[in-house]
Structure formats: C-alpha cells, structure tokens
C-alpha cells in the first residue's frame, strides 16, 4: 500500500477515443450514484466520480464490472466470501479495501449481530462498493442519514463509510448491552435455560464484534501511512477520527464480553446451587416419607407381631409419626431440610 497510494480525491478523467461506442448502461442488480450538490442523484452508466453500489452480485454483474472498470475479478470476489479477512489490496492500479462491517439478525424475539465483509474498490475514477447484504452502513448513505460526502472525493468517501461502519459498531454494543440488562431481570425471576442461551447468543455477537473491530484496526493503520491521506488534513483528521472511534467500539465490545461471561457464569452457579437445594430437600422428604413405609412394612407382616388389640393401629400410626417428627427435628438441626 505504501508502493501505490490510494488514488487522489479528484480522480483524472478518462480518455475516450472519439469513434469510441457509448459505454453499456448498467444491469438493474447494480446501483450507480453520482453526488450533485447535495444530492444522490441516480445514474445509468458508469463516469469518473461515480459510486457503484452492488449487493449480491452474481457471474454477470461481475463480468459486467469486470469489463467496465478493467479489474481483476478477483478483486471483485474477494468481498462474497463470508470468511474473506479485512485487508488492503493493490493490483493493476486498483485498490482493494475490504472491512467488516456489522450486520443486524433476528433470532425469535431477540436481535443478534455478526459482522459481514464490505468490498470497496477503487478503479477508473470511480469507487465500487460490493457486499452481500443491502441493510449495512452504505443504506445510510442511500437513504439520505449521512450528509455532506461527495462521491467524487474517493478517499474521503471512503473513509466516511468507515466513520459510519464504526458508529454502527458503536450503536450496536449500546443495543447488546441494554438487552443484556433486559435478560438479567428475566432471568432473575425465572431462572430457565432461555434466558441463559440467550445470553449466550448476545456473547456470540461480542465475540464478532470484538474480531472484526480488532482486523479493521490493522486495515486503519495502513490507510494512515498513504500518501493521499497524509497530503490532505481533513482527511488524516476524519481517519484519525475513524481510528478513535473503532478503538472506542473495541473496549466497549471487551468490555460487554467480560461482564456478559462473568454473569453468565453467576447465573449458572445460582441455577446449580438451587437444583442443589431442592435435591437436598426433596432427599430429606424421602428419608422422611420412608419411615412410615418401613413401620407399616414391619406390622403387616403375616406373622404373630406385638401391639395387638384395639388400639393397635392407633399405637402403630402414633409410633411412626414420633419417628418421623423425631427425624424432622434431626434434618431440621444439621440444616438439611
């Protein structure tokens, strides 16, 4: 990255032979955007200063990118891997950026996060975003929440997607974190294994969080040593921005895990000790219970007994309830019941 900066903000326009034919207009899957004052505004072909959104791509998109912007297709690829590690890439005068960025799940009731990778490709004058999901932090910039980027300014629009992809982390940790909460008082009540995977869930989110956040810092650093960023204040000071805040989403996510696992831990020790007690009481009441049992057994035996009479039974059923009273008394001392 050091060899082949990042292109500059304003990037040369291209030369175009003049029996050149117009270029092809874009297939329907593929978004082409161009800022006009304050405004997104829809394009149809693709021109130096352009931002080209592409979501799920499949063989034609990518040929179609392939062929217009003169990259590699691998370049193109490299962000629909679910697995594809966050990283810096330049090859043939096209530069690879590829981040994680934090998505939003539903499992039942609760909201669960993971993170996905974002391609952004720098090539022709234009930048080329591509992911496999269109609600990411590139829905606020189509929607109108993020203002004052420009899409021909490609290294600052750049670096406010990952201002953005930052606050997100940091929107989410906030989310986790209040539904942790919210969890805890259920699960003091109810004590349930649904809370508890629950729980387990939201430290899964952490735990990608706290992943993703750790790559995108080695991939921030590297962006602070190109010569683009180094050359333009603005820029080194909303980088540095971007580096603080991804720093902050990291402690923040450290952290929640920390004490996420910690209570997940209590809990579990509270859940244990109570199945302990009622174990125990549940063994006294047995203990108690089989008294009568065994007297009862004793004189219903088929043979001469003593206590017999009129009041035997009363005798019989009064020497067992002393004896259970007597082993109530005992469990009762020695704190087993």
Not at 62 to 90: C, H, K, Q
Request: charged content about 20%.
């Amino acid at each position: 990255i050091s060899a082949t900066p990042i292109p500059s903000h304003r990037p040369p326009a291209l030369v175009r032979a003049p029996s050149a034919a117009p270029p092809a207009p874009a297939p329907v899957e593929i978004t082409i955007y161009r800022s006009e004052g304050t405004e997104l505004v829809r394009e149809s072909s693709v021109a130096p200063g352009v931002w080209i959104n592409v979501v799920n791509p499949g063989p034609n998109e990518i040929a179609w990118l392939t062929e217009t912007l003169d990259v590699e297709v691998d370049l193109l690829r490299a962000a629909l891997d679910e697995e594809e590690r966050p990283r810096i890439e330049v090859e043939n005068g096209s530069t690879l950026i590829i981040v994680d960025v934090p998505a939003l799940a539903r499992d039942g009731s609760l909201d669960v996060y993971t993170t996905i990778p974002l391609g952004i490709v720098l090539a022709k004058g234009c930048v080329v975003t591509i992911c496999l999901r269109a609600d990411t932090v590139l829905q606020d910039f189509t929607s109108g929440r993020v203002k004052h980027f420009i899409t021909s300014y490609r290294t600052r629009f750049v670096l406010q997607i990952l201002h953005r992809s930052a606050t997100r982390y940091l929107q989410y940790l906030r989310s986790i974190d209040k539904a942790s909460h919210r969890i805890e008082q259920e699960l003091q009540s109810s004590m349930k294994n649904r809370e508890l995977i629950q729980l387990l869930k939201l430290e899964k989110s952490l735990v990608y969080f706290e992943t993703s956040l750790k790559s995108n810092e080695l991939v921030l650093e590297k962006l602070m040593r190109v010569e683009n960023v180094r050359s333009f204040p603005e820029d080194r000071e909303l980088l540095e921005d971007v580096i603080i805040e991804n720093k902050q989403a990291l402690e923040m996510a450290n952290i929640y895990s920390n004490i996420l696992s910690g209570t997940m831990d209590a809990f579990a020790s509270i859940i244990s000790n109570n199945l302990n007690i009622v174990m125990k009481v549940l063994t006294s009441v047995t203990i108690v219970m089989a008294i009568p049992t065994m007297v009862s057994s004793f004189f219903g035996m088929n043979v001469d007994l003593p206590l017999g009479g009129p009041w035997a039974f009363a005798t019989i059923f009064g020497l067992a309830a002393a004896a259970c009273a007597a082993a109530v008394l005992l469990l009762w001392r020695t704190r087993l019941l």
